[in-house]
């Protein structure tokens, strides 16, 4: 009994792993809108939401950050808001972010009940069409 259709490895090994190679495929998928991320700031917190295909395992992910102030050592008033205001203008929002595969399915060899298949990756927050194209 095998499978005709050639269905890609169901079960994807958990392997803690940042690749830069998982980085490329998760921009890649990025740029395709297949994998969307949403930054945004209140009051001084910064969450990001994550969702779309994972580059490693396929699953459909829908992860939810909390990123604590991207500014080390910011105390008190004085350059808050400069420090905050980023490049492309929104307050706040890191450039990039770090994500780990929440596709929410136990992939064997995870360890204890960790579910997702441990791949971790950056993202711009950034919509693709502000890329600039490499070339
Ligand atoms: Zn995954
Ligand atoms: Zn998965």
Redesign the pocket.
């Given at each position: 009994m095998h499978d005709p259709t050639g269905t890609p490895s169901p079960e994807t090994a958990y392997e803690n792993t940042a690749d830069e190679a998982w980085a490329r495929q998760a921009l890649d998928l990025y740029r395709r809108r297949q994998l969307q991320v949403k930054a945004f700031s209140a009051e001084g917190v910064i969450s990001a939401q994550i969702w779309g295909t994972?580059p490693?395992?396929g699953?459909e992910l829908n992860v939810q950050l909390t990123l604590s102030t991207p500014i080390p050592g910011l105390r008190g008033d004085r350059g808050l808001l400069a420090a905050l205001t980023r490049r492309d203008g929104s307050p706040g929002v890191p450039d990039t972010v770090d994500i780990g595969?929440g596709?929410g399915h136990a992939h064997p060899g995870a360890p204890g009940h960790v579910t997702?298949?441990g791949?971790s990756f950056r993202l711009p927050t950034s919509p693709p069409d502000t890329l600039r194209p490499s070339r």
């Open positions: 994972c490693r395992c699953h595969c596709c997702g298949c791949v």
